[in-house]
């Protein structure tokens, strides 16, 4: 028999099916030349109703005016002591982000008092989004939709952010195989991770090929299968389908442009970490003048203005200082050791483990997962 749930929950769960509908959606009126800020709106809104659940536990309230505190901080801070193009947008990466904790709040409750409940919800969410990002990729093959580089390389449908997308490829897609493997036979779980394995090529980042692939291999070998049946496809894997699959994948990266792009950049790196991080060290290089030269004050409270250089860690601190690092990463490192300790006992925590280590991984190298609009709200479920 289930049991009631709170209607606010009720209203997240719904709102969580339409996530990247509204993402693409957004994307679709700014290729014709429309800004209408809608999927910031949306998540504001999913925002507020959480914030509402979270703030309604006397538990928390301490807590919530101490982040409170913080941002008035802030807010002063970058209004009269640094100079900032704009103050909102110096705080809108905390807004990209601040969903996850309280998202992971609401959800992790209505675990606990509906726990049924909450994996078909999950489940349901997954599938829905997984669909829109096929069909974005798809549309993109076909022409339909924006490229994932100027060059007119990648698809990537009418999502904006390429670099966002991978992160929902690692998670998302991680999780629906994941899913697959539990419920469906050996031959249509391989089947739907090619299938998926092809369009994470065709977005055109190292991050989505790379992170997908490791997600498979993971999960082929984790799996709750005979541990003959495990070995079969295991040596499957590395008799037959990695060989395919680098071969096609080289086909394809080099058929629609990309091979020649990573060429471009191998040639322009001095060395291999500065061609893997697509001279992301560089920004750095860049940026961290002003950094350096802004005193205590500014170690510890940053420089805000929305800076980045496509790696997480640089950009929480240049930002948001030491207190940002320590804000951010309190709750990436609780996330990760709560999953640690229920994949002891329970299976669906092992690979929300995985992915939640590869994703701070690739967030550290790559960037685009701590502050990834698209993304957090996923983190959270």
Not at 206 to 211: D, I, L
Not at 224 to 251: C, D, N
């Given at each position: ?9 009720k ?11 509204v ?41 919530a005016?101490?982040?409170l ?6 807010i ?17 990466l ?8 309280l ?40 022409g339909i ?35 697959l ?14 299938f ?9 980042t ?21 541990k ?28 629609i ?5 990573w ?13 893997m ?30 800076r ?24 990436w ?10 994949s ?38």
């Amino acid at each position: 028999m289930f049991r009631s749930i709170n209607p606010n929950i009720k209203i997240v769960c719904n709102l969580f099916y339409f996530l990247l509908l509204v993402d693409t959606i957004n994307g679709l009126f700014l290729s014709l030349g429309i800004s209408i800020p809608i999927s910031v709106c949306y998540k504001l809104i999913i925002i507020a109703i959480t914030l509402k659940l979270y703030i309604s536990s006397s538990h928390n309230v301490i807590k919530a005016y101490l982040v409170l505190l913080y941002f008035v901080i802030l807010i002063l801070y970058f209004a009269i002591y640094v100079e900032v193009d704009s103050v909102f947008d110096s705080l809108s990466l905390y807004i990209r982000f601040i969903i996850a904790p309280l998202g992971l709040w609401v959800f992790s409750r209505l675990s606990l008092s509906a726990p049924q409940q909450a994996l078909e919800y999950s489940r349901r969410i997954i599938i829905y989004n997984v669909i829109i990002i096929c069909v974005n990729i798809v549309l993109s093959l076909v022409g339909i939709g924006y490229t994932s580089y100027g060059e007119g390389l990648g698809n990537k449908g009418f999502f904006y952010a390429a670099n966002e997308v991978s992160g929902l490829i690692i998670l998302l897609f991680g999780m629906q195989i994941f899913f697959l493997r539990l419920v469906s036979n050996t031959k249509r779980f391989l089947f739907g991770s090619l299938f998926f394995l092809i369009l994470s090529i065709s977005l055109g980042t190292k991050t989505a090929m790379g992170g997908y692939f490791l997600v498979f291999i993971y999960i082929s070998y984790t799996s709750t299968i005979s541990k003959r049946s495990r070995k079969g496809i295991m040596f499957l894997g590395l008799a037959l389908l990695i060989p395919a699959i680098i071969y096609s994948g080289y086909y394809y990266v080099e058929r629609i442009g990309l091979l020649e792009r990573w060429r471009f950049f191998y040639e322009r790196s001095d060395d291999i970490i500065s061609f893997m991080l697509s001279g992301r060290d560089l920004f750095w290089a860049e940026e961290k003048g002003d950094f350096l030269s802004s005193g205590n004050i500014g170690y510890i409270l940053g420089l805000g203005n929305n800076r980045t250089v496509e790696m997480d860690p640089f950009d929480v601190f240049l930002n948001y200082g030491g207190i940002g690092i320590a804000f951010v990463y309190t709750f990436w490192f609780f996330m990760i050791r709560q999953a640690y300790c229920y994949s002891k006992y329970n299976i669906i925590a092992k690979i929300v483990l995985f992915i939640d280590i590869e994703l701070l991984l690739f967030s550290s190298l790559t960037g685009h997962i701590i502050f990834s609009g698209m993304l957090n709200p996923f983190i959270a479920l």
